[in-house]
Nanobody, 112 residues
């Protein structure tokens, strides 16, 4: 059974940083494209960043230059380093594997 567990969310002031982690079990991340998505209250879920099995990355325009997605296949973990956080980054952040499996999310709140 595939399971994704996110952690690292919390409350931070604008301009601060957080690092999210997503640990996978039941499937090796090394063969899977991974992604981070987020959903703010009253809004649709949106792409934040993706990383292929070959570690090619892609970012939403709103996060490019501030966020970095990476993977550690040995730890079966994907990370999202978020710097320069803004209040509009406030959302629940979800880890995704292969556009099929989802974690339960970790909340991020950025205060102004």
């Amino acid at each position: 059974q595939v399971r994704l567990v996110e952690s690292g969310g919390g409350l931070v002031q604008a301009g601060g940083s957080l690092r999210l982690s997503c640990v996978a079990s039941g499937i090796p991340l090394s063969i899977s494209p991974m992604g981070w998505y987020r959903q703010a209250p009253g809004k649709q879920r949106e792409l934040v960043a993706t990383i292929t099995s070959g570690s090619s990355t892609n970012y939403a325009d709103s996060t490019k230059g501030r966020f970095t997605i990476s993977r550690d296949n040995a730890k079966n973990t994907v990370y999202l380093q978020m710097n320069g956080l803004k209040p509009e980054d406030t959302a629940v952040y979800y880890c995704n594997l292969g556009l099929i499996y989802w974690g339960k999310g970790t909340p991020v709140t950025v205060s102004s």
